[in-house]
């Protein structure tokens, strides 16, 4: 059993929302997050915005003769910037989960979709009216109501013909299209929306929504950390051995570019290149999006010994990203963009529950032989957090 139900309505399995509705057309599920409620209040998130340390953005909608001017303010976000506010504003956090671990657990209703593709979990704060403007994002995500109320309205797909309103700065357009969907979400309820579906949201009251972002890589993400991944190999420093024919001195010609496309075609193909590629790829996907919180205090070895035996649980800190491949029985473990290749195969198991979103207990740390010190580790890099 998950350690939260699937954030999905009780008539729809994984694989039927995979199947229909992943990537192809929006759902709504009706409180498909009920943890959300009363978890926050909009006090909590504005305070969290002001600090120097957040990544959080303050958007203001000013009318005008002409309809509306937006203006955007990134952070760091001060007193001064909400001292004279318009009617409809809205804030934006990012990466809430490094501010909450409680909330970071709820990333585990989502586990029907592999967790490397999470992006993070954003709120936005908007009192009656506030809005984001009409726009759509490039990538998957679950709308998911905490605080008030916020009315969703869904139009038509988007593409790169899409044209924006001139002038702002924000990506926003007038025309949705058809508007396929129109319902207010109370808290604890959520909606699916695909990539490029134009979406809109207006606050209805104080408000605080929630969204829970997926992406995947681009291939010049991944070309770039292929290339950083094959510097390390001395073999592929060796210059090239190719077929010479009678040229014009100054020509590169085209039997020589095969020559070289298909030595490096032959090298992607191989147990060498599959190995290179699964690196780079889960260096990838399991690179932080943010810097990291530096923790205010830190437990010693006997404080986190002495809570573990009163019952305290480890489970995943979800700020980090922590993710395995297991190819040919090779159990391989990343954190933040990094392959693991100084611990042992009981440190990788643990780890790979903790991937997968199980918690731990003193007595897994006993069955598995892990010492107190590697879980101190394991804390300062933000891998875990302690839940007492």
């Given at each position: 059993?998950?350690?939260?139900?699937?954030?999905?309505?009780?008539?729809?399995?994984?694989?039927?929302?995979?199947?229909?509705?992943?990537?192809?057309?929006?759902?709504?599920?009706?409180?498909?997050?009920?943890?959300?409620?009363?978890?926050?209040?909009?006090?909590?998130?504005?305070?969290?915005?002001?600090?120097?340390?957040?990544?959080?953005?303050?958007?203001?909608?000013?009318?005008?003769?002409?309809?509306?001017?937006?203006?955007?303010?990134?952070?760091?976000?001060?007193?001064?910037?909400?001292?004279?506010?318009?009617?409809?504003?809205?804030?934006?956090?990012?990466?809430?989960?490094?501010?909450?671990?409680?909330?970071?657990?709820?990333?585990?209703?989502?586990?029907?979709?592999?967790?490397?593709?999470?992006?993070?979990?954003?709120?936005?704060?908007?009192?009656?009216?506030?809005?984001?403007?009409?726009?759509?994002?490039?990538?998957?995500?679950?709308?998911?109501?905490?605080?008030?109320?916020?009315?969703?309205?869904?139009?038509?797909?988007?593409?790169?013909?899409?044209?924006f309103i001139e002038n702002q700065p924000i990506r926003i357009f007038d025309d949705m299209g058809e508007v396929v969907f129109d319902e207010v979400l109370e808290p604890g309820d959520v909606l699916y929306v695909?990539?490029?579906?134009?979406?809109?949201?207006?606050?209805?009251?104080?408000?605080?929504?929630?969204?829970?972002?997926?992406?995947?890589?681009?291939?010049?993400?991944?070309?770039?950390?292929?290339?950083?991944?094959?510097?390390?190999?001395?073999?592929?420093?060796?210059?090239?051995?190719?077929?010479?024919?009678?040229?014009?001195?100054?020509?590169?010609?085209?039997?020589?570019?095969?020559?070289?496309?298909?030595?490096?075609?032959?090298?992607?193909?191989?147990?060498?290149?599959?190995?290179?590629?699964?690196?780079?790829?889960?260096?990838?996907?399991?690179?932080?999006?943010?810097?990291?919180?530096?923790?205010?205090?830190?437990?010693?070895?006997?404080?986190?010994?002495?809570?573990?035996?009163?019952?305290?649980?480890?489970?995943?800190?979800?700020?980090?990203?922590?993710?395995?491949?297991?190819?040919?029985?090779?159990?391989?473990?990343?954190?933040?963009?990094?392959?693991?290749?100084?611990?042992?195969?009981?440190?990788?198991?643990?780890?790979?529950?903790?991937?997968?979103?199980?918690?731990?207990?003193?007595?897994?740390?006993?069955?598995f032989e892990v010492s107190i010190s590697t879980i101190m580790i394991w804390l300062e890099n933000s891998w875990i957090w302690l839940d007492f």
């Amino acid at each position: 059993m998950p350690p939260y139900n699937f954030c999905l309505p009780d008539n729809i399995t994984p694989e039927q929302f995979l199947a229909d509705y992943w990537q192809k057309k929006p759902l709504l599920i009706k409180q498909g997050l009920p943890q959300l409620k009363d978890m926050f209040e909009p006090e909590d998130i504005l305070g969290l915005s002001l600090d120097e340390a957040a990544t959080s953005r303050l958007i203001t909608q000013n009318p005008n003769e002409r309809g509306v001017q937006w203006q955007l303010q990134q952070s760091p976000l001060n007193e001064d910037m909400f001292a004279k506010l318009p009617e409809q504003w809205t804030v934006l956090v990012q990466n809430l989960e490094q501010w909450s671990p409680e909330l970071g657990q709820l990333w585990n209703a989502f586990n029907f979709i592999p967790q490397w593709q999470r992006d993070d979990i954003m709120v936005s704060y908007a009192p009656k009216g506030g809005s984001v403007g009409k726009h759509f994002d490039e990538y998957d995500v679950f709308l998911a109501q905490g605080f008030g109320h916020r009315r969703w309205q869904l139009g038509k797909y988007c593409n790169d013909k899409t044209e924006f309103i001139e002038n702002q700065p924000i990506r926003i357009f007038d025309d949705m299209g058809e508007v396929v969907f129109d319902e207010v979400l109370e808290p604890g309820d959520v909606l699916y929306v695909p990539p490029k579906l134009a979406h809109y949201g207006v606050a209805q009251d104080d408000c605080l929504t929630f969204s829970f972002g997926f992406r995947r890589p681009n291939l010049m993400q991944v070309l770039d950390s292929l290339v950083d991944t094959a510097t390390t190999d001395p073999s592929l420093f060796s210059p090239l051995v190719l077929d010479q024919s009678l040229q014009a001195p100054g020509e590169l010609i085209q039997d020589s570019i095969e020559q070289i496309k298909q030595q490096l075609l032959d090298l992607l193909h191989s147990a060498q290149g599959n190995e290179l590629i699964t690196q780079a790829i889960s260096e990838v996907v399991s690179k932080r999006q943010y810097e990291m919180l530096v923790p205010e205090e830190a437990l010693d070895e006997e404080d986190l010994l002495h809570a573990l035996k009163e019952g305290a649980i480890l489970r995943t800190d979800f700020s980090s990203r922590l993710i395995y491949t297991n190819i040919n029985d090779k159990l391989k473990i990343y954190a933040n963009g990094q392959l693991l290749d100084d611990i042992n195969d009981n440190e990788a198991s643990l780890l790979k529950c903790l991937a997968d979103g199980q918690s731990l207990t003193i007595e897994d740390l006993t069955k598995f032989e892990v010492s107190i010190s590697t879980i101190m580790i394991w804390l300062e890099n933000s891998w875990i957090w302690l839940d007492f």
